[in-house]
């Protein structure tokens, strides 16, 4: 069997500070030992029901947190930024299963430890089809265009809540609670990796009884982007098929899932391009 893991940072246990999460804080390294724990933890419980092949998509940042050297021959790792659906490249109907680790509340959540969807800089909100989407939501989406069931998510109390309402077949494992964007309350890290060891043996005793389905959704696909500010819109109008709803937000049409998540990564980094235009112009 064939398993896809994507793992984020920011809903693993422990990790509730800019200075995890960004390359140039202090405690990163403490990040990235977590991480990569939880990936181990991860593959050796697939691994014992049957998964000889697993794909892990790190997916933070830069995308290049986890340890390559600790990882188990019958590892895949994925790594480096930019590529084509970031979080979830390589996908497709080749495998059994995915799990998406360490995963956050959407945008804009309430009292949701380190939130944002795709970018904190250059997304103020997704809508896909009119649903308000999250970065599981996408990512799911995704999975389930190539008929791939998302059997278990990890993270915040608060993507949980999201997670059992979209994909309530889903195997939901609870890895800390948040307090406010930037604290949390976390359980000793042992127990947190325990609940998820448990909670991927739960998750794949339900998929072979049956109990996991792909997510889809409609198409085409609609996809509406808020922006920080309106100059990041212009540029976005450069793209062809771009509909202007206001000042910050743009909307799309594109043919699937796949198109779409193209359209929102070309409209992130073209503003990101644009931020680095103007702060090259400063030093001259």
Not at 230 to 252: F, L, Q
């Amino acid at each position: 069997m064939k398993a896809y893991v994507s793992v984020d940072m920011e809903g693993l246990p422990g990790i509730v500070s800019p200075l995890h999460i960004s390359p140039k804080g202090f405690l990163h390294e403490e990040a990235r030992k977590i991480m990569t724990k939880a990936v181990l933890i991860v593959v050796d419980e697939l691994s014992k029901h049957g998964f000889d092949e697993v794909y892990v998509a790190d997916s933070h940042w830069y995308m290049a947190n986890v340890m390559y050297e600790d990882l188990p021959e019958n590892v895949f790792l994925i790594r480096g930024i930019p590529r084509p659906y970031s979080m979830v490249y390589g996908i497709d109907e080749s495998f059994d299963a995915a799990l998406f680790i360490g995963y956050h509340a959407r945008v804009g959540s309430r009292n949701a430890v380190l939130e944002h969807t795709f970018s904190s800089t250059y997304v103020r909100e997704i809508k896909v089809n009119g649903v308000e989407a999250s970065e599981y939501y996408l990512n799911a989406l995704v999975a389930g265009h190539y008929n791939v069931p998302v059997i278990l998510v990890a993270g915040d109390d608060k993507l949980g809540e999201e997670v059992k309402q979209r994909t309530p077949w889903t195997k939901y494992v609870e890895l800390k609670k948040s307090i406010t964007r930037y604290a949390a309350i976390n359980p000793n890290l042992n127990i947190a990796l325990k609940k998820l060891r448990n909670g991927i043996k739960e998750a794949v005793n339900d998929l072979r009884e049956g109990k996991m389905k792909p997510l889809r959704t409609k198409e085409p696909v609609e996809i509406e982007i808020t922006l920080p500010n309106s100059g990041y819109a212009d540029i976005a109008e450069y793209i062809p098929g771009t509909m202007r709803v206001n000042g910050c937000t743009v909307r799309y049409v594109a043919k699937n899932i796949i198109e779409a998540y193209k359209y929102l990564q070309a409209i992130v980094y073209m503003s990101s391009a644009l931020d680095t235009l103007y702060s090259t112009l400063l030093k001259w």
